[in-house]
Protein backbone atom coordinates (compact mmCIF):
# COMPACT_ATOMS: atom_id res chain seq x y z
CA UNK A 1 0.00 0.00 0.00
CA UNK A 2 0.85 3.39 -0.66
CA UNK A 3 1.36 5.85 2.23
CA UNK A 4 -0.59 9.32 1.65
CA UNK A 5 1.78 12.23 1.16
CA UNK A 6 1.27 15.13 3.56
CA UNK A 7 0.09 18.71 2.10
CA UNK A 8 3.83 19.22 2.72
CA UNK A 9 5.29 17.03 0.77
CA UNK A 10 3.05 17.32 -2.28
CA UNK A 11 3.72 21.09 -1.93
CA UNK A 12 7.41 20.50 -2.38
CA UNK A 13 6.50 18.17 -5.11
CA UNK A 14 4.64 20.51 -7.04
CA UNK A 15 7.53 23.59 -6.79
CA UNK A 16 10.24 21.03 -8.09
CA UNK A 17 8.06 19.72 -10.62
CA UNK A 18 6.90 23.38 -11.73
CA UNK A 19 10.97 24.56 -11.59
CA UNK A 20 11.40 21.85 -13.96
CA UNK A 21 9.19 22.68 -16.13
CA UNK A 22 9.85 26.51 -16.15
CA UNK A 23 14.03 25.36 -16.82
CA UNK A 24 12.84 23.03 -20.27
CA UNK A 25 10.15 25.84 -21.50
CA UNK A 26 12.76 28.33 -20.90
CA UNK A 27 15.25 26.65 -22.64
CA UNK A 28 13.32 25.63 -25.27
CA UNK A 29 12.25 29.53 -26.12
CA UNK A 30 16.04 30.18 -26.07
CA UNK A 31 16.27 27.75 -28.66
CA UNK A 32 13.89 28.78 -30.78
CA UNK A 33 15.44 32.42 -30.43
CA UNK A 34 18.81 31.41 -31.63
CA UNK A 35 17.17 28.95 -34.07
CA UNK A 36 15.11 32.39 -35.29
CA UNK A 37 18.65 34.46 -35.05
CA UNK A 38 19.93 32.33 -37.40
CA UNK A 39 17.82 32.35 -40.00
CA UNK A 40 18.04 36.31 -40.32
CA UNK A 41 21.94 36.95 -39.36
CA UNK A 42 25.26 35.52 -39.84
CA UNK A 43 26.85 33.16 -37.35
CA UNK A 44 29.60 34.76 -36.39
CA UNK A 45 26.93 37.90 -35.43
CA UNK A 46 24.65 35.29 -33.80
CA UNK A 47 27.66 34.40 -31.60
CA UNK A 48 28.91 37.72 -31.07
CA UNK A 49 25.16 38.74 -29.66
CA UNK A 50 25.19 35.66 -27.44
CA UNK A 51 28.40 36.13 -25.92
CA UNK A 52 27.43 39.78 -25.17
CA UNK A 53 24.41 38.91 -23.73
CA UNK A 54 26.21 36.06 -21.74
CA UNK A 55 29.07 38.63 -20.31
CA UNK A 56 25.82 40.66 -19.48
CA UNK A 57 24.28 37.83 -17.43
CA UNK A 58 27.26 37.44 -15.95
CA UNK A 59 28.19 40.63 -14.50
CA UNK A 60 24.56 41.00 -12.60
CA UNK A 61 24.35 41.00 -9.13
Known amino acids: MHRKRSAKDIEQMAERETAAFLRRASIIYLECCVS ?10 VATILEKEADMLRRLD
Do not use: G
Not at 36 to 45: C, G, I, P
Open 36 to 45: LMMTHLEREE
